[in-house]
Protein backbone atom coordinates (compact mmCIF):
# COMPACT_ATOMS: atom_id res chain seq x y z
CA UNK A 1 0.00 0.00 0.00
CA UNK A 2 1.36 3.82 -0.80
CA UNK A 3 1.98 6.22 2.29
CA UNK A 4 -1.32 7.48 3.03
CA UNK A 5 -1.69 10.63 3.09
CA UNK A 6 -1.69 12.73 6.20
CA UNK A 7 -5.50 13.30 7.48
CA UNK A 8 -8.27 13.76 10.29
CA UNK A 9 -9.03 10.79 11.53
CA UNK A 10 -12.96 9.58 12.05
CA UNK A 11 -14.62 6.61 13.20
CA UNK A 12 -16.36 4.80 10.36
CA UNK A 13 -17.82 0.91 10.80
CA UNK A 14 -15.78 -0.17 13.57
CA UNK A 15 -12.48 1.59 12.24
CA UNK A 16 -10.68 5.07 12.35
CA UNK A 17 -9.89 6.45 8.61
CA UNK A 18 -7.59 9.43 7.82
CA UNK A 19 -9.68 12.55 5.87
CA UNK A 20 -7.03 13.69 3.86
CA UNK A 21 -6.87 17.03 2.37
CA UNK A 22 -8.28 17.16 -1.10
CA UNK A 23 -6.50 16.81 -4.18
CA UNK A 24 -7.37 19.32 -7.23
CA UNK A 25 -8.29 16.73 -9.19
CA UNK A 26 -10.83 15.46 -6.82
CA UNK A 27 -11.86 18.69 -5.87
CA UNK A 28 -12.42 19.15 -9.82
CA UNK A 29 -15.33 16.53 -9.39
CA UNK A 30 -16.42 17.38 -5.62
CA UNK A 31 -16.79 21.28 -6.33
CA UNK A 32 -20.26 21.39 -7.21
CA UNK A 33 -21.32 18.84 -4.80
CA UNK A 34 -19.59 20.89 -2.40
CA UNK A 35 -21.15 24.38 -2.88
CA UNK A 36 -24.03 22.02 -2.72
CA UNK A 37 -24.12 20.91 1.02
CA UNK A 38 -22.23 24.72 1.56
CA UNK A 39 -25.96 26.16 0.42
CA UNK A 40 -28.30 23.59 1.51
CA UNK A 41 -30.97 23.78 4.63
CA UNK A 42 -31.38 20.30 5.87
CA UNK A 43 -32.54 19.43 2.72
CA UNK A 44 -32.57 15.69 2.81
CA UNK A 45 -34.09 13.87 -0.73
CA UNK A 46 -32.25 10.80 -1.72
CA UNK A 47 -29.95 13.02 -4.06
CA UNK A 48 -28.66 14.64 -1.56
CA UNK A 49 -27.45 11.56 -0.07
CA UNK A 50 -26.34 9.97 -3.44
CA UNK A 51 -24.10 13.77 -3.36
CA UNK A 52 -23.09 12.64 -0.04
CA UNK A 53 -21.94 9.02 -0.13
CA UNK A 54 -20.34 10.23 -3.60
CA UNK A 55 -18.45 12.79 -1.71
CA UNK A 56 -16.71 11.13 1.66
CA UNK A 57 -16.07 7.95 -1.26
CA UNK A 58 -14.22 10.44 -3.77
CA UNK A 59 -11.99 11.45 -0.18
CA UNK A 60 -11.51 8.62 1.43
CA UNK A 61 -10.16 6.59 -1.88
CA UNK A 62 -7.40 8.69 -1.74
CA UNK A 63 -6.27 6.93 0.86
CA UNK A 64 -8.25 4.09 0.45
CA UNK A 65 -8.17 2.89 -3.40
CA UNK A 66 -9.84 -0.31 -2.74
CA UNK A 67 -12.79 1.09 -0.84
CA UNK A 68 -15.83 0.85 -2.70
CA UNK A 69 -19.05 3.38 -3.25
CA UNK A 70 -21.03 0.36 -1.55
CA UNK A 71 -18.55 0.22 1.82
CA UNK A 72 -19.05 4.09 2.12
CA UNK A 73 -22.91 3.45 1.86
CA UNK A 74 -23.00 0.86 4.48
CA UNK A 75 -20.61 3.13 6.83
CA UNK A 76 -22.51 5.99 6.44
CA UNK A 77 -25.42 7.75 8.47
CA UNK A 78 -27.12 10.90 8.95
CA UNK A 79 -24.93 11.55 12.03
CA UNK A 80 -21.56 10.49 10.79
CA UNK A 81 -22.62 12.65 7.31
CA UNK A 82 -23.11 15.80 9.60
CA UNK A 83 -19.69 15.18 11.57
CA UNK A 84 -18.02 14.23 8.46
CA UNK A 85 -19.21 17.20 5.82
CA UNK A 86 -17.41 20.39 7.97
CA UNK A 87 -14.10 18.11 7.79
CA UNK A 88 -14.34 17.32 4.40
CA UNK A 89 -15.02 21.26 3.62
CA UNK A 90 -12.34 21.85 5.48
CA UNK A 91 -10.14 19.16 3.90
CA UNK A 92 -11.04 21.10 0.64
CA UNK A 93 -10.13 24.54 2.30
CA UNK A 94 -13.99 26.01 1.82
CA UNK A 95 -13.71 26.56 5.65
CA UNK A 96 -11.33 28.73 7.47
CA UNK A 97 -9.02 26.52 9.62
CA UNK A 98 -10.10 25.93 12.78
CA UNK A 99 -13.72 25.99 12.02
CA UNK A 100 -13.75 23.09 10.71
CA UNK A 101 -13.22 20.62 14.03
CA UNK A 102 -13.01 16.79 13.87
CA UNK A 103 -15.55 15.43 16.28
CA UNK A 104 -14.43 13.25 19.10
CA UNK A 105 -13.55 9.52 18.41
CA UNK A 106 -16.18 7.44 20.08
CA UNK A 107 -13.93 4.49 21.90
CA UNK A 108 -13.30 1.59 19.99
Do not use: C
Amino acid sequence: MAEQIEGVPVRLGGRVWLVPAINFKRLRRLLPKLLQFSSRTNELTEAALDDAIEVVHLVLTQNYPDLTLEQVEEMMNLRILHELLPIIMGAAGMVEVGEAQPAALPPA
